[in-house]
């Protein structure tokens, strides 16, 4: 998963990303993109490691972007760099400034910025979709591909942003290759003060966040790069401190997942115990294809066991003797922390 983080300068981006990634950017404004993988922490994976004691322990992976905002001043605009990066991310992360930031004029005003932003982004759409219209008019093309256009640019005129039509009405799949901005999965993070850090989003932006289709979550990235600098036993006691209950890591991973529809599942043996992710209702099939597309193609069946199930008794021979080791076909909808081994023929 491709996760970039976009806003404008100065709300923190960096300090973000290097918050999630344990590298160590620059802060400041502008500079290049910037990429950084993380490992998706999953106690699971944790638990399943230490009992199989495999050569090599996987854990499922988020690559966050750094993309920088223009140069210096804020609410001037996204450049067309930072927009042609912003279109390559298969999510985005909202940073809103939320602290005092001495080198920007003004109050922090984290719904203004959204707007700010959200306008933007339908503007780039509308321009998209609009010449993309013409073209259907001009070229004759079906009346249902015109209509669903129609639709688009109905919406992008009321301010909406195109993520908030359903999945029919928008069928995300022909839209690829058009470089929209408003379609994409969008998670608000408002980035404060260290006192602010554990509250829940206010009222009035919590609402605006839902109206937009989008998810939210509030942390204070200052702190969590001091945090990161502790070792693990005094994080969690800072963390308690604050009134949180895991690293700003976990909670944006987690909210990213709810927001995506990403669930897990898992493969185990000796050689290698590893977590795949996926999108909900994906079926053994195509799940067995993010493994390898031989497994797609030559898919005979998927043997599985529920995380839960398997724990409880603890080997797979426990589970086979309880009859809860279950054989499934090609059509059978994956479950989040599914242990699950592929049979298959090529
Ligand atoms: N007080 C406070 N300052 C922050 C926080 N996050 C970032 N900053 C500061 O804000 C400035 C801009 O941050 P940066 O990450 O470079 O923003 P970017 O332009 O969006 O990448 C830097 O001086 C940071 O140290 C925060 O949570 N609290
Ligand atoms: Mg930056």
Known sequence: MKIGLVGFAGSGKTTVFNTMTGLDVPVG???????????VPDERIDRLSAMFTPKKTTYAEMTFCDVPGEHGAERKGLSSRALSTIREQEALALVLRDFGNPAIEGDADPLRDLSAFTDECILADLGI?????ARARKENLPAADRERLERMQAVLEEGRPLRTLSATELDRASLKGYQLLTDRPLLVVVNREEAGAAEPLPEDLAARVSELGAGGLALSASVEAEIATLDAEDQAAFLQDLGLAESALARFI???????????????????????????????????GKIHSDLERGFIRAEVMGYDVFIEH?????????????????????????????RFNV
């Open 129 to 133: 979709v609009e010449g993309l219209l």
């Open 254 to 288: 987690r909210t990213a997942y709810g927001l995506l529809d990403l669930i897990s599942f898992f493969t185990v043996g000796e050689d290698e115990v590893r977590a795949w992710t996926i999108t909900r209702g994906m079926n053994a099939r195509t799940a067995a």
């Open 29 to 39: 404004y502008g500079g290049e993109v910037r990429l950084g993988t993380v490992r």
């Open 314 to 342: 603890g080997s797979e021979h426990a589970v086979k003797e309880a009859g809860l080791f279950r054989v499934e076909g090609k059509d059978y909808v994956v479950a989040d922390g599914d242990i699950m081994n592929i």
